[in-house]
């Protein structure tokens, strides 16, 4: 019967660093295995060159000093962003955006049982309403999370006004933390810039914005973060939530995707479950990564 275990970086890496000395096969491993983790060809490239490195540097021919550096390395890129939420206003106001598909609706789901989790008062701003299925799901997810929701008033209400309903409602009754859905399709850029434009200006009018937070799938890679440019462009994005983060066959996206945005990745999504959002450590991202 086929072996049907999922591939894993920290697996494959887990049998390359057992053997006895560093050769050029060694080498050859690791780039073949950073480019399946999707690295992607530059950080993988900018990666081997620095080991290779700090390899000659300090003459070990030790695959456990290399593992440690490999690991060192990617905590080290990681490290240049920083991951913190901020989230501090009163109310802190949060707009999550991203293509369809991506798991957004799923997601602020997450993030309220995130912040709940720490004691914060929440409430869910159902402002995608070009989709009502959308609208109900993410009333799902907020009754599971423990969260207030705010839905359009009438079918194919605007955007807009469902956003400025939330945080009014968050200023009247001292809710700590606004999320916000917003459409995931629009026809053009132009189209999207003038309905997150407009979201933003009406939001400003009651309290500013704490986050805007791109959702991105780590499944889909590369091809997620073309999908998603017209968002890093209009949006004022300024961090990431990375879903379908499944054990670590992709996680080098991570690394790949803050590299190429400029962006810190301030959540993680590993799991289908409620509980299953987490915020982003470099430290352990990469230990969990590498072993």
Request: no cysteine; net charge negative.
């Amino acid at each position: 019967m086929a072996d049907r275990t999922p591939w894993s970086l920290s697996g494959a890496l887990r049998g390359m660093f057992a053997k006895k000395t560093i050769d050029e096969q060694t080498w050859e491993d690791l780039e073949d295995t950073l480019l399946s983790a999707d690295f992607g060809p530059t950080v993988t490239e900018e990666t081997i060159a620095d080991l290779r490195a700090k390899v000659e540097r300090y003459r070990t021919e030790d695959p456990k000093d290399l593992q440690r550096m490999l690991r060192e390395s990617i905590e080290e890129r990681l490290a240049k962003y920083d991951p913190t939420l901020r989230l501090t206003e009163r109310p802190a106001v949060v707009l999550v955006v991203g293509v369809n598909g991506v798991g957004k609706t799923t997601t602020i789901g997450k993030f309220a049982k995130f912040v709940r989790n720490y004691g914060r008062t929440v409430v869910v701003g159902a402002a995608d309403t070009f989709r009502a299925a959308a609208v109900e799901q993410l009333a799902t997810w907020a009754a599971r999370a423990g969260a207030d929701v705010v839905r359009p008033q009438h079918p194919g209400q605007d955007p807009a006004s469902v956003a400025y309903q939330t945080v009014d409602f968050a200023k009247r009754n001292g809710t700590e933390i606004v999320l916000i859905d917003t459409a995931g399709r629009l026809q053009t850029k132009a189209g999207l810039m003038d309905e997150l434009g407009k979201i933003r200006r009406v939001v400003e009018k009651l309290a500013p914005i704490s986050e805007v937070l791109l959702v991105l799938d780590a499944t889909t890679g590369q091809n997620g973060l073309h999908q998603a440019e017209a968002f890093l462009e209009v949006a004022g994005v300024t961090g990431l939530v990375i879903t379908k983060l499944d054990g670590s066959a992709k996680g080098g996206f991570v690394l790949s995707v803050q590299e190429r945005t400029g962006l810190p990745v301030k959540l993680v999504g590993q799991g289908e479950g409620l509980g299953d959002l987490t915020g982003f450590t470099p430290h352990v991202f990469a230990q969990n990564l590498v072993g």
